[in-house]
Structures are given as structure tokens and as C-alpha cells.
């Protein structure tokens, strides 16, 4: 069966560090990966997602990046935090093929309190 | 682009039923979808619908479609206080490349012991 982890699941930095945050899918191979943020317990918005090993798109513009270094690793970067960037960050995956419902999987979470 | 709208707020009476509603504009959606959010957690999924079926049961689960008016709803009958969470409406659109859901804002669900 597939699973999907995030860490680390809880997270605090100063406005200006950098952060990093992993997203890995273990059970399937070539899924679609996405990054989401969800402020405030409310609406999910998305920020990345990707179809393959080191293709990315950015649905908003931020200072925020993303990596695909493998099939199934997703990354989440900044070099300087912001305090906006503080949220819980959800990552999610579903299958490549647009056969069948396309149900999007997410991984527990990573809250991350910028101070 | 594509939007789906829920009322943020819904409590019940432990024991009654909870109906969660969603409105959303395409016209092109193939399947739709019911997450759960507990504090602090990710997004579960709860069940989906295919667009050309109007009903969808599962337990005390009830997924209602009105494509015709773009209304989605679901039902919990005899809500529990392990039911209090919000929900989300999403939404998949058509086409070979159409992997990405668009979700609503979600429906905080409050269950009254």
C-alpha cells in the first residue's frame, strides 16, 4: 500500500532563516506531487506541484521554491522566511495516469511557526 | 477559473444528521470529492462521486450530485462527537492533464454532546 510522510511535523524558525521541508511517497512510483498551504486551519492553496523528477510549477508567486530531486521525494525551500510563510504545509500525490478518479493522497502535515 | 464554495460553519446535536453542502462552477468535473481535517492533521479522504451518478452511499455516509444545478452534498447520519472536523468539497475537472483537484475553504464541522 502506498504512504506518504512529511517532516518534520512541527517546525519553528526566525523571519530570515532558511527552511527545508521533505515530502517522500513510498508504494508507488512516477506520482503527481503537490505542496499546499493552508493558513489559519482554513482553505488549502496550492503552491507547487509536479509531474516528474525536476519538473515543477509554481502556482503562486512567493519566496518559496520546490525540488523534485527523485521520483518520489518532493522538497520545500526558502532562503529567507517571512512571517507570512507561517501555516501548516501539506504535501499530497496522486496517480499519473488521468484514468480512473484521480484522488489526491496527503501526508500528516508540517506546521511551521515563523518568529 | 474553477471554484467551489461551502458555508463554513455547521453544529449539530450528537445523534442527528449533519448535511455539508458545495456549490462549484465547472461544468466539466468528473469526479468530486469529500475530505475530513482533524486539528492538526492532513486531509482523509472520505469518499468520491463520479459525475454521471447522482447517489453515492457508504455506512453512514451519503454523497448527493446535482450536476444539473453544480450542488454537492453529504450527509452523516447519527453524527458523534468523533465526527467534529472540517470538510472540504474538491472538485476534478476533464481532460488528459487535469490532475489537480480545486478544493473549497471547508466546512468546520461542531458536534454538540
Known amino acids: 500500500s502506498q504512504t506518504i510522510h512529511q517532516w518534520p511535523a512541527t517546525l519553528v524558525q526566525p523571519v530570515g532563516s532558511p527552511l527545508s521541508l521533505e515530502c517522500t511517497v513510498e508504494?508507488?512510483?512516477?506520482?503527481?506531487l503537490y505542496w499546499y498551504r493552508q493558513a489559519a486551519g482554513r482553505g488549502l492553496q496550492l503552491l507547487f506541484y509536479?509531474?516528474?523528477?525536476?519538473?515543477i510549477s509554481s502556482e503562486v508567486p512567493q519566496n518559496l521554491s520546490a525540488s523534485r530531486p527523485q521520483d518520489r521525494q518532493f522538497i520545500l525551500s526558502s532562503k529567507k522566511l517571512l512571517l507570512s510563510d507561517s501555516g501548516f504545509y501539506l504535501c499530497?500525490?496522486?496517480?499519473?495516469?488521468?484514468?480512473?478518479?484521480?484522488?489526491?493522497?496527503f501526508g500528516p502535515g508540517t506546521r511551521l511557526t515563523v518568529l | 477559473g474553477e471554484d467551489v464554495e461551502q458555508s463554513l460553519f455547521l453544529s449539530v446535536r450528537e445523534g442527528d444528521s449533519s448535511v455539508i453542502n458545495c456549490t462549484y462552477t465547472?461544468?466539466?468535473?468528473?469526479?468530486l470529492y469529500w475530505y475530513k481535517q482533524e486539528p492538526g492533521a492532513g486531509l482523509q479522504l472520505l469518499t468520491y462521486?463520479?459525475?454521471?451518478?447522482d447517489m453515492k452511499q457508504d455506512q453512514r455516509l451519503t454523497v448527493l450530485l446535482n450536476k444539473k444545478d453544480k450542488h454537492l452534498s453529504l450527509r452523516i447520519a447519527d453524527t458523534q462527537t468523533g465526527d467534529s472536523a472540517i470538510y472540504f468539497c474538491?472538485?476534478?475537472?476533464?481532460?488528459?492533464?487535469?490532475?489537480?483537484?480545486?478544493f473549497g475553504k471547508g466546512t468546520k464541522l461542531s458536534v454538540i454532546p
Open positions: 474538491a472538485e476534478r475537472g476533464s481532460g488528459a492533464g487535469s490532475y489537480q483537484l480545486t
Open positions: 465547472d461544468s466539466s468535473s468528473t469526479y
Open positions: 508504494g508507488t512510483s512516477n506520482p503527481n
Open positions: 499530497a500525490w496522486n496517480a499519473q495516469r488521468s484514468l480512473g478518479s484521480g484522488t489526491q493522497y
Open positions: 462521486i463520479f459525475s454521471n451518478m
Open positions: 509536479s509531474v516528474g523528477i525536476g519538473q
